[in-house]
C-alpha cells in the first residue's frame, strides 16, 4: 500500500502495520520519506495524524487552529475516497489473518 494522504504525507504498510510517512528533502536534495509513526488501525494513524497537524501549526488562536485543521481534514478528505478507505481496513484485516496464521 502507498496512499497520497495530503501534501507532504503518505501512508505504506507491510504485513505488521500501517505507517504514517512525512516527505522530507535531505541534505543532498533528495526527497525521502520519514516515518512518525506505526498504527495497528487506520483510525488511530488518522487521529495521530490530526494531532500531529495541530502540534506543528503555527496559529496564535483557536480559531485559527480550527480552520487550519478543517482544511488539512479537507485535503485528505479529498484524496481518499470512502472505497479508499474500507479497502484499507480490508488489507489490515487480511494482513492481520495472515499473522494470526503463523
Known amino acids: ?3 497520497k494522504l495530503a501534501k507532504g504525507f503518505r501512508i505504506t504498510s507491510d504485513r505488521y ?3 504514517l510517512q512525512k ?3 535531505s541534505k543532498t536534495g533528495e526527497k525521502k520519506w520519514k516515518s512518525l509513526g506505526y498504527y495497528a ?3 488511530h494513524l488518522a487521529e495521530d495524524l490530526i494531532d500531529y ?3 506543528i501549526a503555527d496559529v496564535d488562536s483557536i480559531n485559527e487552529l ?3 485543521t478543517k482544511k ?3 485535503e485528505i478528505i479529498k ?3 470512502e472505497d479508499e478507505i474500507e479497502d484499507i481496513k480490508k488489507e489490515v484485516v487480511k494482513e492481520a489473518g495472515k499473522r494470526d496464521t503463523k
Request: proline share 0%.
Open 41 to 43: 488501525t487506520f483510525e
Open 66 to 68: 480550527i480552520k487550519e
Open 79 to 81: 484524496n481518499l475516497r
Open 1 to 3: 500500500m502507498d496512499i
Open 72 to 74: 488539512f481534514s479537507k
Open 17 to 19: 502495520n500501517i505507517t
Open 53 to 55: 497537524k495541530v502540534r
Open 23 to 25: 516527505e522530507f528533502v
